[in-house]
């Protein structure tokens, strides 16, 4: 490993929102303006954000490649397709597609996805 390189953050956030009918998000850092969930992952929001106040506007959501305290969803790699990835919620029969934005947080799909939403 390079030691000039600092090591990824072990848990990221981003801050969601609606827009346009499906939920969003904005991250300057990487160059993402209005990027959308789409094909599954805005039903698995709205279940994540069912008794967060005012979550239209926008809310906190963490994630990581590692399982942390008070994670809320689980989401398992299943297939590659049109660049992007499927992923299986756990304890859920669904599945949602992740598109290409992935790779501005992770060198390649991760096998895992933990995840939780919290207020702002």
């Given at each position: 490993m390079?030691?000039?390189t600092p090591p990824a953050n072990a848990l990221l956030v981003i801050q969601p929102y609606r827009s346009h009918g499906t939920w969003?998000?904005?991250?300057p850092a990487v160059g993402l303006v209005r990027e959308p969930f789409v094909s599954g992952i805005p039903q698995m929001i709205d279940d994540a954000v069912r008794n967060i106040p005012n979550a239209p506007n926008g809310f906190r959501l963490i994630f990581?490649?590692?399982p942390f305290p008070g994670?809320?969803?689980e989401l398992t790699l299943l297939r590659e397709e049109y660049g992007g990835n499927w992923y299986r919620e756990e304890g859920k029969n669904r599945e949602g597609w992740l598109?290409?934005?992935?790779f501005k947080y992770f060198a390649k799909p991760p096998q895992k996805i933990y995840a939780k939403?919290?207020?702002i």
């Open positions: 390079d030691v000039s969003v998000f904005d991250d990581s490649t590692a994670y809320q969803v598109c290409p934005a992935l939403a919290e207020p």
